[in-house]
């Protein structure tokens, strides 16, 4: 298929019109197709400009601080996301300061959405914690989560201030199947309370503790199990 208008321009001026008409309707198919092409091209260009151009550059971000498995120990690592929160650990596999954050992000999720938190005291709480993994055992008197006084209890975990717990880690045991989560409940109700973390759960000698907030627990240990956390 072409446009050859000279041929027939002396012989047969009406076939030269047809011709030239058909070269006119040539041109504009070319267009047609060209613009497309340009099209295309640009669209191309584009997602390659977006594909290696665009990637994160966390230049604000402070010099990530890890475990060090050579170093002594316990060892303070900063937990990321949250301002001065930080965790003792006495080892490097238990607990990872990330899974630690995340756990802490969905208890706050959860919360927010439970409870809310309007003053923010629960956050500021979060954002001050010091969670201890300190692997020795500990025990005595205590309240089990029915309210019920144990004099000899193993604990699993402790709220001992309202910015300190100490979280017993587990070998075998991943996060969510820790006291962790637990833990986070004691310091939300004392940061409101101002007075106690209502020890005793759903028993009634402290106030605090209703069935919604043993409920929150199991909802996010659950989610973080089926995670992986
Ligand atoms: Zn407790």
């Known amino acids: 298929m072409g446009c050859l208008p000279s041929k027939t321009y002396i012989l047969y001026p009406a076939s030269q019109t047809i011709t030239l008409e058909l070269c006119t309707f040539c041109i504009l198919i070319f267009m047609h197709a060209l613009r497309k092409v340009i099209f295309a091209g640009f669209l191309v260009s584009l997602v390659l400009s977006c594909a290696y151009t665009w990637h994160a550059e966390p230049r604000t971000i402070e010099g990530r601080e890890v475990c060090d498995p050579m170093g002594p120990f316990p060892q303070m690592i900063k937990i990321p996301v949250f301002t001065k929160a930080w965790q003792i650990m006495y080892s490097c596999d238990r607990?990872?300061?990330?899974?630690?954050?995340?756990?802490?992000?969905?208890?706050?999720?959860?919360?927010?959405?439970?409870?809310?938190?309007?003053?923010?005291?629960v956050w500021r709480a979060l954002n001050k914690l010091m969670v201890d993994y300190d692997p020795r055992p500990k025990g005595g008197s205590a309240y089990d989560i029915a309210g019920q006084y144990r004099s000899e209890a193993s604990y699993g975990g402790l709220a001992l201030t309202p910015s300190y717990i100490w979280v017993k880690p587990y070998d075998d045991y991943i996060l969510c199947e820790s006291s962790l989560v637990h833990e986070l409940v004691h310091i939300s109700i004392w940061a409101i309370k101002g007075t106690d973390g209502d020890p005793d759960h759903i028993g009634s000698k402290f106030s605090g503790w209703t069935v919604d907030h043993s409920a929150l627990v199991q909802r996010v240990n659950d989610t973080l199990c089926s995670l992986g956390i």
């Open 95 to 121: 607990y990872p300061q990330e899974p630690t954050a995340i756990a802490m992000s969905m208890f706050y999720m959860e919360w927010s959405r439970t409870f809310g938190d309007p003053t923010g005291r």
